[in-house]
Structures are given as structure tokens and as C-alpha cells.
């Protein structure tokens, strides 16, 4: 049944912010707006929804917000929600401010915890709950990208590029570590598209000892020979569980050995990578994704979530934008951990992608 005119929907921002959720915050508050829907938004994620902090979004706040990084509501990776007592806490809060809709922006454990709420019926009828997918990562199932991911991506290779004018100013080689989680597809993309000499992912699964060999063929490749370059960039994803200070010194140390005068700095990128201006791929992805979502709520579908559309997916596009798919959020929370334990189709693929990439790049 069809959401009624002047229902309240309401919108959070949860776990880890990505560029372009404040997009999606402006999509949903138009979208509901223009739908009839009073929107509200919930300050600080799962934890201002137990605490019942709702707040009037403001469409033109938004404007200036969507041109911005991190989200104007604030974001928390909330404990208490999870448990018995936040869950209660949380239905009483929906209860009492008359909440219909509910759109949770945000990765993994933000989808999981929208998925607990759905069913919940209030006196005045159904919750009916959507996600958006947000997350640097791209550690989400059945979205082939989520929010987020173009601009850290952009801000990585900006990085390099930064970095390989100094390395090949001085003749060094750079380790640099960049954020993702347990996933490599930033470190991967990224790398690719900045000209990396080796990527190292979690995914490939190798061990500390053939990481250190990796990175020291790629050091010896760069520096020997009459047309060597001289200067190396190697990206490893923070999911690979050798820390890249340790890494220096153990490559340093074959390095040493063997060839002269190669010196190495190792650059931790950090939460750098995970602020800034968000590109404008997402700040449309945000737009459409919102827009997809609210409109589904509207039309009276709960326990979804809006993802864009990929190869492999099982969910046809839906009728609001041939992009956008909306897989229902059990799916989308086992597809997730398929692909977090390479089971998946898209998690094959890019497991022989990344193995592939290895040889090409150190040419
Ligand atoms: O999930 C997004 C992410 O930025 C990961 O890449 C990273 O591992 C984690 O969050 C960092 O979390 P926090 O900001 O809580 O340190």
C-alpha cells in the first residue's frame, strides 16, 4: 500500500562517512519532499535514533551540504542499538515521533542494523525501511558501486600522483597504505589508475614472506638494468595484515644486500582518504540511489535496499531508474559476505583481475 501524503520518513547517516552521503541526505529530503513525505533526519545514526534525536532537515542546508564530504547529521558506529534494550529503545522513539519510513545511508553493519526494524509496526502501520549503500570500501553485495568509492578513489590517486613526483625526484620507492578494510578494490583501482608498480590485496591471500619477495622483486626490476626507472610506487590495502613500517624494514634489509643506493619511505594515506569534496559521479550516485529509495518507501516497499546496478545481479533494474536496483536487505547482507569470502561471482572475478594485474604492472 501506497505511503499517505504528509507521512513522516525519516533518514540517518550510520557507521564510517563517505563523500556523497550529504548528496544522498539533499536526494532523500527533495525526493520525500516532492513526494508529500514530512522527512526528517536522525542526528548521529542508530545512536540518535535510540536517543530520539530528530531533527528538521533544511533543503537549502542541504544544497550547500551536497557540494561536501562526511555528513551534516553526523555518523557513530553505535553499540547500544544492537542490543535488546536499543532495540527497544529505538521502536519506542519510532513510535513516539510517528515514524513511517526509515532510509539508513551507509555500509555493512549500518545494513545490518536496518534490517532488525524491518516488520516493526507501529500504531499507525508498517516501518518501511531502505537502505542506500555508503561505503569507501565497496565491500557491499549487490550494488557494483557504493557511495563513496569514486571520490577515495580519486583522492588516492591524487596521492600517488603527489607522491611519485618526489619519489622520482629522489630516485625512491614509496610503500603506501591506503584504507578499505578487508578489501582491496580501492588499493586495486586506485593503483591501476595511478600507475603503480604492485598492488598488494587481501584477496590473493599470500603470505607475509612471498609479500616481502613480491615488493623486493619489484624494488630489484625498478632499480637494475640501463633503463630502469629508478622509482617505485607500491600500494598495499590496510586488510593485508603486515604493517607497512615492518614491511619497509624487511624489504630494506634484502634490499641492502643486494642493490645500492635504493632508499624507501612508507605513507600511511589514513582517514585522508575517507574526506574531501566528493566527485560528481558521487554526488549523483547519491542522488539517484536516494532518489530510487524514497520513492520505493512511497510506494509502500520495506526491507531493500537501492543499489546500483552490475553484472551478475540477480535483481532486475527497478522502475524509477534502469541503474538501480532494489535487492531485498537479507540478499544483500548474504551477498555481502559472500563476497567477503571470495564466494561470489564478482568476488571470483576480481580475485583473477588482481591476479592477473600482478605481472602487468611490474613491466
Ligand atoms: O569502512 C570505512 C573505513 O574507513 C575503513 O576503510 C576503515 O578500515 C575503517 O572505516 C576505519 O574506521 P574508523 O574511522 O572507525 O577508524
Redesign the pocket.
Known amino acids: 500500500m501506497k505511503l499517505a501524503k504528509g507521512s513522516r520518513v525519516a533518514v540517518l547517516t550510520s ?2 562517512d563517505a563523500p556523497g552521503m550529504n548528496a544522498a541526505l539533499r536526494g532523500v529530503a527533495r525526493v520525500g519532499t516532492e513526494l508529500g513525505f514530512d522527512v526528517v533526519g536522525v542526528e548521529e545514526g542508530f545512536q540518535g535514533l535510540v536517543e530520539g534525536r530528530f531533527v528538521p532537515v533544511s533543503l537549502r542546508s542541504l544544497d550547500e551540504a551536497a557540494r561536501r564530504g562526511g555528513t551534516v547529521l553526523g555518523t557513530a ?1 553505535c553499540k547500544v542499538f544492537p542490543t535488546p534494550e536499543g532495540q527497544k529503545r529505538a521502536r519506542e522513539q519510532i513510535e513516539a515521533n510517528m515514524i513511517r519510513g526509515l532510509v539508513v545511508i551507509g ?1 555493512n553493519g549500518s545494513l545490518t542494523g536496518a534490517r532488525t526494524l524491518v516488520g516493526f509496526e507501529t500504531s499507525h502501520g508498517p516501518l518501511l525501511v531502505g537502505g542506500v549503500p555508503a ?3 565497496n565491500d557491499l553485495g549487490c550494488t557494483s558501486m557504493a557511495i563513496g568509492v569514486d571520490t577515495a578513489m580519486n583522492t588516492i590517486v591524487d596521492a600517488c600522483d603527489r607522491i611519485l613526483d618526489t619519489a622520482a625526484a629522489h630516485r625512491r620507492t614509496f610503500l603506501v597504505e591506503v ?3 578487508d578489501c582491496g578494490y580501492l588499493a586495486m583501482t586506485a593503483g591501476i589508475a595511478a600507475g603503480a608498480d604492485a598492488v598488494i590485496v587481501p584477496e590473493i591471500g599470500k603470505s607475509e614472506d612471498e609479500i616481502v619477495d613480491q615488493v623486493y622483486r619489484t624494488v630489484e626490476r625498478a632499480y637494475a638494468g640501463s633503463d630502469a626507472r629508478r622509482r617505485v610506487l607500491v600500494i598495499k590495502a ?1 586488510g593485508v595484515k603486515i604493517d607497512a613500517a615492518k614491511l619497509k624494514e624487511r624489504v630494506d634489509a634484502l634490499v641492502a644486500d643486494r642493490l645500492k643506493d635504493v632508499d624507501s619511505r612508507v605513507t600511511v594515506l589514513g ?1 585522508v582518504v ?1 574526506g574531501g569534496t566528493p566527485t560528481a559521479f558521487d554526488r549523483l550516485l547519491g542522488a539517484r540511489l536516494a532518489n530510487a529509495a524514497v520513492r520505493a518507501i512511497g510506494d509502500g516497499m520495506s526491507d531493500f535496499m537501492a543499489g546500483w546496478y552490475g553484472p551478475g545481479m540477480k535483481t532486475p533494474p527497478c522502475n524509477y531508474d534502469p541503474y538501480v536496483v532494489l535487492p531485498n536487505l537479507g540478499d544483500v547482507l548474504t551477498e555481502t559476505q559472500n563476497l567477503m569470502r571470495g564466494e561470489s561471482m564478482i568476488a571470483q572475478w576480481r580475485k583473477r583481475v588482481y591476479q592477473e594485474v600482478e605481472s602487468i604492472l611490474n613491466r
Request: glycine share 30%; proline share 0%.
Open positions: 557507521g564510517g558506529r555500509g561505503s569507501i570500501d584504507m578499505g578494510r590496510e582517514h575517507r
